[in-house]
């Protein structure tokens, strides 16, 4: 009997880097999200009746890799949503908006692809892959410091990782590795904004 | 909980399962008509528009011109050329009108044989009485050209000699 417990807790070893997505066959069960997360869109200014909050409204929320797939592969890709318009990817129970006490004291990693026409065929890769690195928290260590990823359509893309505070020694791996998963050469540079700098207009108090 | 890398999620692809389609298909639809609506480059004064007789949608634009300069509080410069006063050889200061150009001695010559030029090119319009006194632009085909025409007068053919 004892023996065939210690045979059932070696397998339960936290230490076994082995998941079910390293191989397709064991890929069949639900696969959890370390995190709830919620789809939000922006949509463009069409009547001046209608205020911020008629703007931006919630789509859905997910918990699994399998739902977030479903999801993705039903809405609209990037490169085919309309000028003026946003997709927001948060943790569950904060609203994409710099007032929500989450994000109050935090800021922004961001990068903007200014030559619309040059991005236009890649932005669908690369904001996927933001997704994904987001959902998977593969963007950062234990920090727990990304609330998520927000997509602005304008006359380029501009793409944006939001934290939850402005540490700036942490923000620096989350900056690596958000240029990264964007594929941004060298010379091309991210940059950090509090929220507060953000709204005045402000410098960017850091770039990689 | 396991943390999912990038390359991961994306062999993960094709296990997709979508939770609420019909939420997800309204959306993809809402998202598509909002992009056509904003190729279609509709300006929306005040919220306010109507369909054209060809189904587009069309802003009140004509509503919302600009202020007209007449109605300013600031006085129009007068751009009228003034009178200046000469005085003759007795000291009397009159007030000439300056010349138009067109108008001037100078140039004469060149009227008359601008005039002689047109004399035969000259297509005599006989004036459209319903539109005169009006701002409107005469309609063309109303306007007939005075041409030449052969027409028989009996009286002349009467006193004529050669019957």
Not at chain 1, 193 to 201: L, R, V
Request: proline share 5%; with cysteine; glycine share 4%.
């Amino acid at each position: 009997m004892s023996e065939e417990l210690t045979k059932k807790t070696e397998d339960l070893s936290l230490e076994n880097d082995h998941t079910v997505l390293s191989s397709k066959e064991e890929f069949t069960a639900k696969h959890p999200l370390n995190t709830k997360w919620t789809l939000w869109f922006t949509k463009p200014l069409t009547s001046k009746n209608e205020n911020w909050s008629d703007l931006l409204k919630p789509v859905i929320s997910f918990g699994s890799v399998e739902e977030f797939w479903g999801i993705y592969n039903s809405i609209p890709v990037a490169n085919q949503l309309p000028v003026k318009s946003d997709y927001h990817l948060f943790k569950e129970g904060i609203k994409p908006e710099w007032e929500d006490e989450q994000n109050a004291k935090g800021g922004r990693w961001q990068y903007t692809f200014s030559n619309r026409r040059e991005v236009l065929p890649v932005i669908n890769d690369l904001w996927l892959r933001g997704l994904l690195a987001v959902i998977g928290e593969t963007i950062e260590d234990d920090e727990n410091e990304v609330n998520g990823i927000v997509l602005n359509i304008r006359k380029g893309f501009r793409v944006a990782v939001w934290t939850k505070d402005c540490d700036l020694e942490k923000l620096k791996v989350i900056g690596e590795r958000f240029k990264k998963v964007l594929k941004l050469p060298d010379d091309q540079k991210i940059e950090f904004m509090s929220h507060d700098t953000f709204n005045n207009k402000g410098e960017a108090q850091l770039s990689l | 909980m396991p943390k999912y890398t990038v390359d991961q999620l994306l062999e993960s692809r094709e296990l997709a399962h979508n939770p609420k389609p019909d939420v997800l298909d309204a959306f993809h639809k809402m998202v598509d008509a909002i992009a056509e609506h904003v190729e279609r480059k509709v300006k929306v004064v005040h919220g306010d528009s109507y369909i054209d007789e060809n189904g587009n949608e069309r802003a009140y634009s004509h509503l919302n011109r600009r202020r007209l300069s007449r109605l300013s509080n600031t006085p129009r410069p007068n751009l009228r050329k003034k009178s200046e006063p000469t005085v003759d050889q007795d000291g009397w200061a009159t007030f000439v009108k300056p010349k138009k150009s067109f108008g001037a001695e100078e140039g004469e010559n060149d009227k008359i044989k601008f005039r002689e030029l047109l004399k035969d090119t000259a297509v005599k319009v006989r004036p459209n009485n319903k539109n005169l006194g009006s701002s409107k632009a005469v309609d063309p085909r109303d306007a007939i050209a005075d041409k030449h025409t052969n027409t028989f007068n009996a009286f002349e053919a009467l006193g004529d000699d050669d019957d």
